[in-house]
């Protein structure tokens, strides 16, 4: 255990000092970079799907309560850095959630041929950057039978620290992949998946519409508010696809409509408890085995604005 009593201690400068973008990039010598993990719960999916931590930092009075379990969990040679509650604050600027900090490192990015290999639900984040939207759609995406995430290019970092917590862990839960080329309807079709994009046009379809259910291997896609989803993507998808809605309404935000689409259009052959292909849901109390990586049979595998949609 390392008492940090300096806010300018450089062993912590991943918590403090660096950005997201230099976190992602990592340092001289880092081939994939860091992200932050907050929370014991979200520590602990990480850490069970063969997340490698790199540091923890820990209030003084949670290293025998909230943060017990988790760094029992950590690799030997994971240092662990306490402090009291005002100096963490004061170093990493806000109160720390549950106490708990963990920097981890970045896998090996995977490709969406690899994510999409057996999937038969792919949900598509078509340019949204807000992080709390980002987040909210991985951990509908994980909970509502999506096989996979692809983003566009555009969209947020799955790893950015606030789209981690608000996914619950989501983003540990379901494979995803940055789609590959500009033309992203081209793209899905060559990985053989029908296209429905969720935006409002005169001749969109309903959402409980059974050509949609029956579909085989179908992308969900959808978009910001503020520019929508490119025209090219609507006129050149499969179907467009409506929420029907009430009492005049005619919106609903991003990640709300993402979760009733993937209720809806879910992949059907998964029964409560299981998980799709390509991802599982985690024991998490057995996360005492996570940190051993020879424990971990994932770990080969490792390494703004309110967005809405419209719709009648």
Not at 112 to 132: K, N, P, Q, S
């Amino acid at each position: 255990m390392l008492y940090i009593s300096d806010i300018h201690d450089e062993r912590i400068q991943m918590f403090a000092h660096m950005t997201e973008t230099q976190l992602r990039h990592g340092q001289s010598g880092d081939r994939n970079g860091l992200f932050i993990v907050e929370s014991p719960k979200v520590i602990a999916v990480a850490l069970a799907h063969g997340y490698r931590p790199e540091a923890l930092l820990c209030e003084q009075r949670h290293i025998h309560g909230d943060a017990a379990e988790i760094i029992a969990a950590l690799p030997q040679d994971t240092p662990v850095y306490t402090g009291d509650r005002n100096t963490l604050a004061a170093l990493t600027g806000y109160t720390l959630t549950r106490g708990v900090l963990c920097a981890m490192r970045r896998p090996a990015p995977r490709s969406d041929v690899e994510v999409c290999r057996d999937a038969r639900r792919v949900a598509v984040i078509d340019g949204v950057c807000d992080t709390t939207n980002t987040g909210a759609i991985f951990r509908s995406a994980a909970a509502l039978g999506m096989d996979a995430v692809l983003l566009t290019p555009g969209s947020c970092d799955p790893f950015n620290r606030r789209c981690v917590r608000v996914s619950m862990g989501g983003v540990f839960l379901v494979p995803w992949a940055y789609i590959q080329g500009n033309d992203t309807i081209a793209r899905l079709h060559q990985l053989g998946l029908d296209t429905a994009a969720l935006a409002l046009r005169g001749n969109d379809t309903a959402l409980d519409d059974p050509r949609l259910t029956l579909r085989q291997r179908l992308a969900l896609i959808v978009g910001t508010e503020g520019e929508g989803l490119d025209p090219k993507v609507i006129n050149a998808a499969d179907f467009t696809v409506r929420i029907p809605m009430h009492r005049g309404a005619d919106s609903l935000n991003v990640a709300a409509a993402a979760a009733i689409a993937f209720w809806q259009l879910r992949n059907r052959n998964i029964r409560n408890g299981e998980s799709g292909p390509g991802f599982y849901i985690p024991d998490v109390s057995a996360v005492h085995d996570a940190g051993n990586a020879d424990a971990s049979p994932h770990l080969t595998d490792l390494y703004s604005t309110n967005d809405t949609y419209t719709g009648k």
